[in-house]
């Protein structure tokens, strides 16, 4: 793994990079695992909450759900796919994940409507991500961050 290189590229740079990052991208590539630490891989459309929560919906039975209720551990990494190789800047978060519980649902679930509206999609309710609705509201707190830049061989990593 790279190492850290904080004494020139201080968590102010990783956080400004990485706010860049996320504002400029509406998929993440969320990685789970299962109970046995069989991997799986999947892009989700998501929407921030904070400085440190990534929201995205998904059904409770999908692959990357059971494995987030059974290892609540899991990575992300958000990118521009569109651009040449060694021009793109990638965030990467190691992160704990869950459905959104019950006491905090509607707060989040309106951060994920006002980005949903903002991308001009349709708005989403507490209603439409509770049972018997297919969807559920999930979350990913970010524990440990880093962001790749272009031109840079080392990756900056950063406590959350």
């Not at 994940?97 to 989040?108: N, Q």
């Amino acid at each position: 793994m790279p190492e850290n290189d904080s004494a020139t590229h201080p968590a102010s740079d990783v956080a400004g990079a990485a706010g860049a990052i996320l504002a400029g991208n509406r998929y993440l590539v969320l990685s789970t695992s299962d109970r046995d630490g069989r991997p799986w891989a999947t892009p989700v459309w998501f929407a921030v909450e904070g400085a440190d929560r990534f929201l995205w919906l998904s059904r409770p039975g999908s692959a990357h759900s059971r494995n987030i209720a059974a290892r609540p551990e899991v990575a992300v990494v958000v990118f521009d796919s569109s651009v040449p190789p060694g021009q793109t800047a990638a965030f990467f978060a190691s992160c704990l994940a869950e459905e959104v519980p019950p006491d905090v649902v509607e707060g989040a679930v309106a951060a994920y409507s006002d980005a949903s509206v903002a991308d001009g999609l349709e708005p989403w309710t507490a209603e439409m991500i509770s049972a018997p609705s297919e969807f559920r509201l999930y979350r990913a707190r970010v524990v440990e961050a880093s962001v790749l830049m272009p031109g840079r061989e080392r990756d900056f990593r950063t406590p959350m």
